[in-house]
């Protein structure tokens, strides 16, 4: 393990190395057979960890930008495909899959027409000519809403994830994107006879437009496909009609699968009981509208997983620590959770399933609070495993009790 560790350390810091060359002024083909002779394959993880090192180190964003298209270019063919039992960008309606759509009418758009109409408007600058580009950059500043819906919508969650230097890095060159086309767009309809810098500003936007395609499916989505879980995914799906679409719309409604939970317990034979009926307990008798109350306030967070991995139940407290949508039910755990921790979920749960463990904890520090995570296996009386139970609790208010309290508050 700890090879692998080292090995990883040590591409890190290739990787620092190629890009401070870059940045002292060695060319690309200078660099490239040093970046192809020792990285075989780079991920996504790994340039983002790079990207935030040079930043916290004191390289400016403006200068990470200044080399983007370059690190772009050194990437494109290098990034790991990640490997997924099901892909969810080739689901038609999923977020990325919608902005792969687009990139591919955006690439149609300017190889079969804004190319061939700027190749005659460089042998003739007529009327006709220039009115063709104008309605083909009219058509190009439909990529401000796919462009808008990436900054405002997939974004905010990569940082969330503190993920910060690539989207300040990419809407930085979107903005540059937008300017271009504007640009292009003045000249073109306030043509005065200077062709050679109106053609230089088309090939300027119609460039930055390709280049920002490469990006964003070399570097961008793979990193969010890695980074996102699935209800994040669908949250971006929900909003992204309010912001609209460059081109082309969704091919469908996209919807991750999950399990109808209530619908599964009718099947089984299971019924809930009235408000008005007593469930009774091992010791004790409630109400579930007491049941339902008691759970909603006691001072922790729980989540019931039950034992085919479905999510069953979440109590829903006044001040919960991690955001729950009633969506999330039914939903196999997995899918709740960034992909890049599954994998420890899963380890969890066997670990519970197995009876390998009785609990698993974790803490963890979230701002001003201090989080600990707790799983539990539930058993029946026949210590038959029934679901996993999740108990979360900021324990930062605990930990700073001392002395003793031994007298009723007055207010």
């Not at 042998?123 to 500043?141: H, P, R, S, V």
């Not at 910060?164 to 809407?171: G, L, N």
């Not at 996209?254 to 469930?279: F, H």
Request: proline share 5%; net charge negative; hydrophobic share 35%.
């Amino acid at each position: 393990m700890s090879e692998i560790i080292n090995n990883r350390e040590y591409r890190q810091k290739v990787l620092k190395e190629l890009i401070a060359e870059l940045h002292s002024g060695k060319s690309v083909d200078e660099v490239k057979p040093k970046f192809e002779k020792l990285i075989k394959g780079v991920s996504v993880n790994e340039i983002t960890e790079m990207e935030k090192a040079l930043i916290m180190e004191g390289m400016p964003v403006e200068e990470i930008q200044r080399l983007c298209d370059v690190h772009a270019a050194l990437f494109s063919g290098s990034i790991e495909e990640i490997h997924r039992p099901q892909k969810p960008e080739e689901i038609p309606g999923h977020p990325v899959h919608t902005f792969k759509l687009e990139n591919r009418e955006i690439e149609k758009l300017i190889n079969e027409r804004i190319k061939p109409h700027a190749a005659k408007f460089a042998d003739a600058d007529d009327e006709e000519n220039i009115k063709d580009l104008i309605a083909d950059f009219n058509t190009l500043w439909e990529v401000d809403k796919h462009y808008s819906r990436k900054e405002n919508l997939l974004f905010p969650y990569l940082e969330k994830y503190g993920i910060t230097a690539p989207p300040k890095v990419m809407w930085g060159v979107d903005d540059e994107i937008r300017t271009a086309i504007r640009e292009a767009l003045m000249l073109l309809s306030n043509y005065d006879g200077n062709r050679n810098e109106t053609l230089e500003k088309i090939n300027e936007a119609v460039n930055k437009v390709t280049e920002m395609i490469s990006k964003e499916e070399n570097i961008l989505f793979p990193m969010a496909l890695e980074t996102l879980a699935e209800d994040e995914w669908l949250k971006i799906a929900e909003e992204s009609d309010e912001i609209g679409y460059c081109i082309v719309k969704p091919q469908g409604k996209w919807k991750p699968a999950r399990v109808n939970v209530e619908k599964e317990a009718e099947e089984k034979g299971e019924k809930a009981s009235g408000d008005n009926e007593y469930v009774k307990f091992d010791a004790g008798i409630l109400t579930p509208e007491e049941i339902n109350a008691i759970f909603n306030t006691l001072p922790i967070d729980i989540t019931f997983v039950d034992k085919n991995g479905a999510v069953k139940y979440f109590s829903q407290g006044k001040e919960r620590i991690f955001a729950r949508p009633k969506t999330v039910l039914g939903r196999l755990v997995q899918n709740c959770h960034p992909p890049a921790s599954v994998h420890v979920v899963e380890k969890v749960i066997e670990n519970l399933w197995s009876g390998a463990k009785e609990h698993e904890d974790f803490w963890i520090k979230m701002g001003d609070k201090y989080v600990l995570i707790r799983y539990y296996a539930v058993r029946n009386a026949k210590g038959e495993y029934l679901g996993t139970m999740e108990v979360t609790q900021d324990i930062k208010p605990l930990q700073e009790i001392t002395g003793e309290k031994r007298l009723l508050d007055e207010k």
